[in-house]
C-alpha cells in the first residue's frame, strides 16, 4: 500500500513547454486535489476532482488544466508552462464517506520554469 | 469563500518549552480544523485535527482548542523537542464543498537546544 504517489520528483522546463504531473492513489479514495506550494504562502489548490469523469477549478486554476480518467489517477498538465508556475505541487487523496476528511499528501513535484 | 490566517510565521523556542500557533478563519459554517506537520522537503503530514461539535483535542504532547465564536483554533505542542522543528499548517473546510481545505499560511517552529 503505497498510499499517494506523485511523479516525477522534480523536473526543469523551459518556458512554451508543456509536461503532465501524475499523481495516483492506491486507497480507492474518490476525491483527489492538485496544490501548489509557493514560499509564504502555504498550500493553495489548483483543482480537484470528486469522482471518476469529474474534475473543477479551485483557488488557482489558470494555465492548468487536469484529468481524472481512472479513479486511481489525476493528472495534472501545464500546456505551456511559464515562470511564475516554477512552484513545488502536491497532490492529495481523501476518504470516502462520512469519515474524517483528512486529506493524505503526495511526497511533491519540484517544477522549475526557465 | 473561506479565508485562514495563521500566526505567527516563525516561532522559535527553548526545547522544553511550549508552544502556540493560532489561526483565525472568516467562514462560520466551517466545521473540520486540521493541523499538518511539514519537515524540510517532506510532505505535509497530518497531526491533528478537530471537529466544530468539539472545543479541545489532546493527542500525547499535542493539542487543539476551538472557539467558533470568535472564529479561531490553536495548535499548543508542549515540551517541545528538536523534532518537532518543522513548518506547521492549520486549514479549514467549509461543508459540502468536496472536502475543499483552505490553508493558513505556515508557521516555522524551531525548537533549540
Known amino acids: 500500500n503505497a498510499g499517494v504517489t506523485q511523479t516525477p520528483k522534480f523536473r526543469v522546463l523551459k518556458t512554451g513547454q508543456s509536461m503532465t504531473l501524475l499523481c495516483a492513489q492506491d486507497m480507492n479514495h474518490e476525491y483527489m486535489y492538485w496544490y501548489r506550494q509557493d514560499p509564504g504562502m502555504g498550500l493553495r489548490l489548483i483543482h480537484y476532482?470528486?469522482?471518476?469523469?469529474?474534475?473543477a477549478k479551485g483557488e488557482v486554476p489558470d494555465g492548468y488544466n487536469v484529468s481524472r480518467l481512472k479513479k486511481q489517477n489525476f493528472l495534472l498538465g501545464l500546456e505551456s508552462a511559464a515562470p511564475s508556475q516554477t512552484s513545488v505541487y502536491f497532490c492529495?487523496?481523501?476518504?470516502?464517506?462520512?469519515?474524517?476528511?483528512?486529506?493524505?499528501f503526495g511526497d511533491g513535484t519540484r517544477l522549475s520554469i526557465l | 469563500g473561506e479565508n485562514v490566517e495563521q500566526h505567527p510565521s516563525t516561532l522559535s523556542v527553548q526545547e522544553g518549552d511550549s508552544a502556540v500557533i493560532k489561526c483565525t478563519y472568516s467562514?462560520?459554517?466551517?466545521?473540520?480544523f486540521p493541523w499538518y506537520k511539514q519537515e524540510l522537503g517532506k510532505r505535509p503530514q497530518l497531526i491533528i485535527d478537530?471537529?466544530?461539535?468539539?472545543g479541545e483535542k489532546k493527542d500525547q504532547r499535542i493539542a487543539v482548542t476551538l472557539n467558533k465564536t470568535a472564529k479561531h483554533f490553536s495548535l499548543h505542542i508542549t515540551e517541545t523537542q528538536p523534532e518537532d522543528s518543522a513548518v506547521y499548517f492549520c486549514?479549514?473546510?467549509?461543508?459540502?464543498?468536496?472536502?475543499?481545505?483552505?490553508f493558513g499560511t505556515g508557521t516555522r517552529l524551531q525548537v533549540t537546544l
Open positions: 492529495a487523496s481523501r476518504e470516502n464517506g462520512q469519515g474524517t476528511p483528512s486529506q493524505h
Open positions: 467562514d462560520s459554517a466551517s466545521n473540520y
Open positions: 476532482s470528486v469522482g471518476e469523469g469529474t474534475t
Open positions: 486549514a479549514a473546510k467549509i461543508p459540502g464543498t468536496a472536502s475543499k481545505l483552505t
Open positions: 478537530i471537529r466544530s461539535n468539539v
